[in-house]
């Protein structure tokens, strides 16, 4: 008896240790992978390491805390010893040592070539909107440039009120004549930031040859989730037939076999390479390994540049740089945040999967991010503007939050850009949301195109529609 007790106590440790071994080698998997992608990553947090370094030095000295008020010379000296103390040559070595991927010797003369001089403000400028990227923040900001400016914009040739009234065609077209509001013969198209999908010949023909185009990207797994929250909550689609799978996880479960539930036309998919379908990736093409590669290659030649929704502020000083436009044009409310997070509860190989099916966008982003962080490399004292345009940043954002705002804010010069003076109206133009702004601009473009009101559709005038929000 006791003899058969003991063997039995044996086989039950035993037992006891294969499935802690198990799920420990589960566990060092899964932290492999976390791993992995935070080496991937590593390289961007560096560079945000060292812009907080330099914000907390700031912080804890007193006077850091006037820096606006500062003489320039003072400042500057105070950043420069900053600088220093933080060792870039070091930082630069982590950057390059990090790469996993190749990139070709081409795409970095290019980059170099790419790089603009400018002296006054692009006029010409097209943002090609991805899905889920922070986009809708990037187009405010085109919005409010191109509507003080009285720019021409590429518009979607639709009724406000249809459904996906924000798109220019239908999903998977680009731009056409027939899919675009016209615009008076003596104009140019200047600006573009609705959904539409990239294609080269499209947007020569449509745009000036000065047009400078740029778009946004965001880390795959985190686009995902966003899209998830997004259309899961409506259940829009075919993400009713995943959601409502009577299944512990369905999001685990779709992503075992992603086909099965994926429309047929992958135009019509949110969740199958998203950002790279709408870069103009042809979809016969998203699995295609060396095709996608000389893709990203001849994406590289045509943007410049490519922006990354984790690291937004760095990503709008860049395209201030690169554009020539002013802190008043830059700053933003963010719009379409999302509240409420659904946890995926995505095992390692869920990310697996998820990597596998969009291998595409993984392409892209792993392309795409290094080629930023060269960019900003090159750049001097780019953390140091990121960090002065944050500043002015918390202080709109605080001014214009109070509802009833009737006062102005006044922001000081600084190196990198006149002062200015941000009024009532314009807190009300940065907190439209994309609808509204929208409705705005379509009328303008619409009475300039059919100034006899022959218009296609009924109107009423720009004022009657932005009355209600100066109430
Ligand atoms: N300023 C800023 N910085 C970083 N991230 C931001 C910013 N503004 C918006 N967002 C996030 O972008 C997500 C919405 O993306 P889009 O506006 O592209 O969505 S859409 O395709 O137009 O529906 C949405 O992401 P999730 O919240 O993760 O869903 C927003 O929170």
């Known amino acids: 008896m006791q003899v058969r007790l003991i063997i039995c106590c044996f086989f039950l440790g035993s037992l006891i240790v294969i499935i802690q071994y198990t799920s420990r080698t589960n566990n060092f998997d899964y932290r492999r ?60 070595e982590r950057i390059f040592n990090l790469e996993r991927h190749d990139v070709t010797h081409d795409m970095h003369t290019k980059q170099a070539a790419t790089k603009k001089v400018c002296s006054s403000p692009m006029t010409h400028v097209a943002f090609l909107k991805t899905h889920k990227t922070a986009s809708s923040t990037i187009m405010s900001i085109m919005q409010r440039f191109g509507y003080f400016r009285n720019l021409t914009f590429v518009m979607p040739l639709k009724k406000i009120d249809q459904y996906r009234f924000n798109y220019i065609g239908e999903p998977g077209e680009t731009i056409s004549y027939e899919n675009i509001i016209p615009k008076r013969e003596e104009d140019e198209y200047d600006l573009l930031c609705n959904h539409v999908v990239y294609n080269e010949d499209a947007f020569q023909n449509t745009f000036p040859n000065d047009t400078f185009l740029f778009t946004i990207i965001r880390e795959p797994l985190k686009q995902l989730i966003s899209t998830v929250n997004y259309y899961g909550y409506t259940q829009q689609g075919y993400f009713a037939k995943i959601l409502n799978q009577s299944l512990m996880n369905p999001m685990s479960d779709y992503l075992k076999s992603p086909w099965k539930f994926e429309p047929s036309n992958p135009h019509y998919s949110v969740t199958n390479n998203k950002m790279s379908i709408d870069l103009g990736l042809p979809v016969s093409q998203i699995r295609n390994g060396s095709f996608i590669k000389s893709y990203m290659e001849r994406l590289n030649t045509k943007f410049e540049l490519v922006l990354l929704q984790e690291y937004f502020d760095e990503s709008l000083i860049l395209l201030k740089r690169f554009t020539c436009w002013s802190f008043k044009d830059m700053i933003y409310m963010s719009k379409n945040i999302w509240p409420l997070h659904q946890n995926l509860n995505l095992s390692a190989d869920d990310i697996d999967n998820h990597r596998k099916w969009n291998v595409a966008d993984y392409a892209l982003y792993e392309t795409f991010y290094k080629l930023f962080w060269r960019k900003v490399l090159k750049e001097k004292e780019f953390f140091d503007e990121v960090y002065h345009f944050r500043r002015i940043l918390q202080k709109v954002n605080i001014h214009c939050s109070n509802d009833k705002q009737s006062k102005s804010l006044s922001i000081f010069d600084s190196k990198w850009s006149p002062g200015f003076i941000l009024t009532p109206d314009d807190c009300i133009f940065l907190k439209m949301n994309e609808k509204q702004f929208i409705t705005v601009i379509h009328k303008r473009m619409i009475s300039r195109a059919y100034p006899n009101g022959n218009n296609p559709f009924e109107q009423t005038t720009i004022e009657d529609d932005l009355a209600h929000l100066f109430q």
Do not use: C, F, P
């Open 33 to 92: 992978d976390v791993l992995e992608r935070r080496i991937s990553y590593d390289m961007g947090q560096q560079m945000v390491e060292y812009s907080e370094a330099v914000e907390k030095q700031l912080r804890s000295q007193k006077e850091g805390i006037h820096l606006t008020n500062l003489n320039l010379d003072a400042k500057s000296k105070r950043i420069a010893k900053l600088n220093e103390s933080i060792n870039k040559t070091q930082i630069k």
